[in-house]
């Protein structure tokens, strides 16, 4: 697997532990438990899926880039 494989697989696990912990916030508010953690929980995958999907948008362009240089 390529390194580009290997942060679309990370990007996808993080969305599905984002996605977990947004539902386990509205169950939460939902069921008016008092933790702030919880709330806090969706920050954590948050963080670095933001991380990958930057670098997975900026992929087209770098790659454009690397095309140019290598036909001169």
Known sequence: MTGN?????IHRWLS????????ANIVAL???VQA???GLLAFVPLIPLLATG???FAL???DR???ARQEA
């Not at 494989?5 to 697989?9: D, E, G, L, V, Y």
């Not at 599905?16 to 539902?23: G, P, R």
């Open 36 to 38: 702030t953690w919880i």
């Open 16 to 23: 599905i532990s984002f996605t977990l912990a947004v539902i």
């Open 60 to 62: 087209p362009y770098l």
């Open 5 to 9: 494989m290997w942060i679309r697989q």
């Open 30 to 32: 939902t069921l008016q």
């Open 65 to 67: 880039g690397r095309g």
């Open 54 to 56: 930057l670098y997975m």
